[in-house]
């Protein structure tokens, strides 16, 4: 019996994890779309006003907020530096590959950000910023999404977690 | 000086060539290269003072000593020297081999006989062709994988790189009317190896001053290619450093370089020596920054590059006006022929200028010809032909 009420609390314990780990993705992406959204702001302003170089801005993005969003621009800035892929494109590529995993986004975000690193650093500086202008249209876009699906998820896969505990505990008894 | 060390070229322009490129010219390169020019399609090809030099995939490299026609005719002999950049000099004679002035047809290595033996030239299989890849990443890495930074400078057909060395460009050209908007379709990149000669303008320095802290306003008149700049570079760092022998204390510069020639500045960081009490506007026009530099920065002497233009005269004007000296250049073989240029001649006419300084490259480059004083025109320096370069040789 003791055995029993041991391994439902644990059963409950984990399924109720498992839950709120899906929810806080829900929960976090938001916040992460927002945090994308003002690094590409940074990326605007300083191309269009100082013209600086990529990686210079991008260090920048990385010394002025530590993220997990920001690290992506962080990681491309020292996939460049250290010259074995050619392009910034390439090195975009690699840097969000390497890093989707770490963030909350989903799918449709990551392609967001591919599709915005096939461009950078290619063109003048009216490409770089229509590019980006565009890439912001389609977070902002992806950010209305995402609160929704914070609303609707978030709560639903806490529960469904310790739902789905209690379930497989009352089957056990 | 006047040179580029093998060091300082491996750190400076290496690293911005592809990475083929890269390999093929590692530890190979002369001290005293001038350029290196990447035309796609066509040979690598490095300059030094005593010529040009091709490669081929082993690495070794030859000199044509400039005479690629003589050894187009079959049969015809010649004896040519392929010199290995480290310095060792390795003969080998060349017998029937064919040329063209065709690079592709010595990529082949088949027409190449030499000794009469039916073996290749050193082995090679020909020159080393730059690829559209090689100008692309080359481009790629010298903008920093930014070509947005580097629109205006790529308007004006050339990019500054770390250590002053320019890069120039050549390709479709996309206009609006009589302006560059960009230029696309990159072919050739030309990249020319900077040189600061310090102390080459030492001899003329005491001609252009007006003791411990004045100057003369001088105008100096060069052809290109003959130190017009260089010497512009050092008589800068004197006037604003300045010189003990002399007795010239040192007075406050202030440097508009236009084409970022003169300090050659990379992110700003001037990559010369212009002197401890210089303040530069780099890359800026030319009036906008006489203009400036006179309002915000209270110099002594502005220095600016290559005058001539519609609307320098105005600006020069309005600069002495304000009390403040002038040191500049101008494209010409004497002052003779300066006069037929409109905004140039009124200057001198106006007798703006206190002193000329004229260059010719008779002697190499950097030989001062002579110095004219400017009120009445008369000699009061005749250079006896000495070449800035030569004491470092």
């Known amino acids: ?173 | 000086m006047g040179t580029v060390d093998a060091g300082r070229f491996d750190v400076e322009i290496l690293p911005f060539l592809s990475e083929r490129i890269r390999t093929i010219l590692q530890n190979k390169i002369t001290v005293d290269v001038e350029e290196i020019r990447l035309r796609t399609g066509k040979p690598l090809i490095m300059q030094d003072s005593q010529g040009e030099w091709f490669f081929n995939s082993s690495g070794k490299f030859r000199r044509w000593d400039g005479k690629v026609n003589d050894c187009a005719g079959a049969g015809s002999d010649w004896t040519g020297k392929g010199r290995r950049l480290d310095g060792n000099v390795s003969d080998w004679v060349c017998k029937a081999r064919r040329w063209d002035s065709k690079a592709d047809d010595c990529a082949a290595g088949k027409a190449n006989n030499c000794d009469g033996t039916g073996s290749n030239c050193d082995g090679d299989e020909g020159c080393v062709i730059v690829e559209p890849m090689d100008v692309a990443q080359t481009l790629e890495l010298i903008t920093s994988n930014s070509v947005y930074a580097f629109q205006e400078e790529i308007r004006n057909g050339y990019i500054t790189i770390k250590g002053g060395h320019r890069v120039g460009i050549a390709g479709k050209i996309v206009s609006e009317g009589v302006y560059v908007k960009s230029i696309k379709d990159i072919m050739s990149l030309n990249i020319r190896v900077s040189k600061e000669v310090k102390g080459c303008a030492d001899k003329i320095f005491p001609y252009l001053i007006k003791g411990e802290n004045d100057l003369y306003n001088t105008l100096i008149v060069s052809p290109p290619q003959c130190g017009k700049t260089t010497m512009l570079r050092d008589l800068t760092r004197l006037l604003s450093t300045g010189c003990k022998v002399n007795g010239f204390r040192g007075i406050k510069v202030c440097v508009v370089d236009e084409r970022s020639e003169i300090a050659a500045c990379y992110k700003g960081v001037p990559q010369n020596d212009v002197g401890v009490r210089t303040d530069i506007l780099d890359s800026c026009p030319k009036i906008a920054g006489m203009i400036m530099g006179l309002r915000a920065l209270s110099p002594v002497v502005i220095v600016t590059d290559e005058i001539g233009n519609e609307g320098d005269k105005d600006a020069i004007t309005r600069v002495l006006n304000a009390g403040v000296k002038i040191l500049t250049t101008a494209h010409g073989y004497s002052i003779s022929e300066l006069k037929a240029r409109k905004e140039v001649m009124e200057l001198i006419e106006e007798k703006v200028f206190e002193r000329y300084v004229v260059l010719s490259s008779r002697g190499g480059p950097g030989t001062v010809e002579e110095i004219i004083e400017g009120e009445n025109f008369k000699n009061i320096y005749k250079g006896e032909f000495k070449n800035i370069y030569e004491g470092e040789k």
């Not at chain 1, 929810?23 to 191309?47: D, G």
């Not at chain 1, 621009?73 to 494109?89: H, L």
């Not at chain 1, 229509?130 to 389609?138: D, G, V, W, Y």
Request: proline fraction near 1%; aromatic fraction near 6%; glycine fraction near 6%.
């Open chain 1, 1 to 173: 019996m003791l055995v029993k009420i041991l391994g439902s609390i644990l059963i409950l314990a984990s399924t109720t994890y498992m839950g709120y780990k899906k929810s806080l993705k829900y929960k976090r992406r938001p916040t992460q779309i927002r945090e994308l959204q003002a690094c590409f702001h940074m990326v605007e302003n300083e191309i269009s006003y100082l013209e600086s170089i990529i990686t210079d801005i991008f260090n920048k993005i990385a010394e002025s907020n530590k993220s997990i969003i920001s690290d992506i621009f962080s990681r491309t800035a020292e996939i460049i530096n250290a010259g074995n892929v050619t392009g910034a494109a390439k090195a975009w590529e690699t840097s969000v590959t390497e890093k989707a995993d770490t963030t909350c986004l989903n799918k449709e975000d990551i392609e967001i950000l591919k599709s915005f690193g096939k461009l950078l650093g290619t063109t003048d500086k009216e490409g770089q910023l229509s590019n980006i202008a565009l890439t912001l249209h389609q977070l902002k876009n992806q950010e209305v999404k995402a609160e929704e699906e914070k609303r609707k998820n978030g709560m639903l896969y806490t529960r469904l977690g310790i739902m789905a505990g209690a379930a497989v505990v009352i089957m056990i008894f």
